[in-house]
């Protein structure tokens, strides 16, 4: 099987202007979820979707918005950058099903791309 | 805010020894989960613990699970220099809704 996919693998952008990332999930897994890895934060959780549908917020501003497509393929957009936007945007994506002991599912990441915001 | 503390922050050996890395979190959880990421690319999943669980193996990997301490730690056996990477906890919270929160990560560096 293929793996998540992310595009592009690296973005450079100005302040101000917005930008609009891509993953594709594994094939069959319905819930992507994205992540921001910067040096300062580490990982944050952004959002999920299941279904075409937000499941899940992480605490970032408005800027930050997302959607997901009848075939699980999800977009993560950030309006009005600023410098600290710059990081590592991680997508997962996984199945999503329940076994009795609780949700198990692993989340499988991306190679992420890279955003630099001057 | 992170929810797991990473120890050590870093850890160098050499070739064939074992790497130990331990991970504390703060709130009770459905499952653990280890990650490999190499020089920030995307993250490699290694290994993934339930909370009903005590212990796993995959490979040279060992993860230990201690729900009454929140804690964990994984153990790399008979360590290559293609073990290099930063590793991460992740843990999925009872009450955050499955979304995953990580630790600070232990910078791994197998000297060859």
């Known amino acids: 099987k293929a793996g998540v996919t992310q595009t592009p693998r690296y973005l450079i952008k100005t302040r101000g202007q917005q930008v609009t990332l891509s993953c594709s999930p594994i094939s069959g897994h319905r819930s992507v979820s994205w992540y921001q890895q910067t040096p300062g934060q580490g990982l944050q959780f952004l959002f999920e979707y299941f279904s075409e549908t937000q499941r899940n917020k992480g605490n970032f501003p408005g800027r930050f918005s997302g959607r997901q497509f009848s075939n699980s393929r999800s977009e993560m957009n950030v309006s009005t950058l600023e410098l600290g936007d710059s990081a590592l945007y991680l997508c997962a994506s996984r199945m999503l099903t329940r076994e009795t002991s609780g949700p198990t599912d692993t989340q499988y990441f991306g190679p992420g791309t890279r955003l630099t915001v001057l | 805010s992170q929810q797991g503390e990473e120890d050590p922050q870093a850890l160098s050996i050499q070739e064939g020894e074992n790497a130990t890395m331990n991970c504390s979190y703060k709130?009770?959880?459905?499952?653990l989960q280890w990650y490999r990421q190499n020089s920030g690319r995307g993250l490699v999943h290694l290994i993934l613990?339930?909370?009903?669980?005590r212990e796993k193996h995959s490979g040279r990997l060992r993860v230990t699970l201690d729900t009454s301490k929140k804690s964990s730690s994984l153990l790399i056996t008979a360590s290559r220099a293609a073990d290099t990477a930063s590793y991460f906890c992740?843990?999925?919270?009872?009450?955050?809704?499955?979304?995953?929160?990580f630790g600070e990560g232990t910078q791994l560096t197998v000297n060859p």
């Open positions: 709130t009770s959880i459905n499952n």
């Open positions: 992740a843990t999925d919270a009872e009450t955050s809704g499955s979304r995953l929160t």
């Open positions: 613990i339930r909370s009903n669980e």
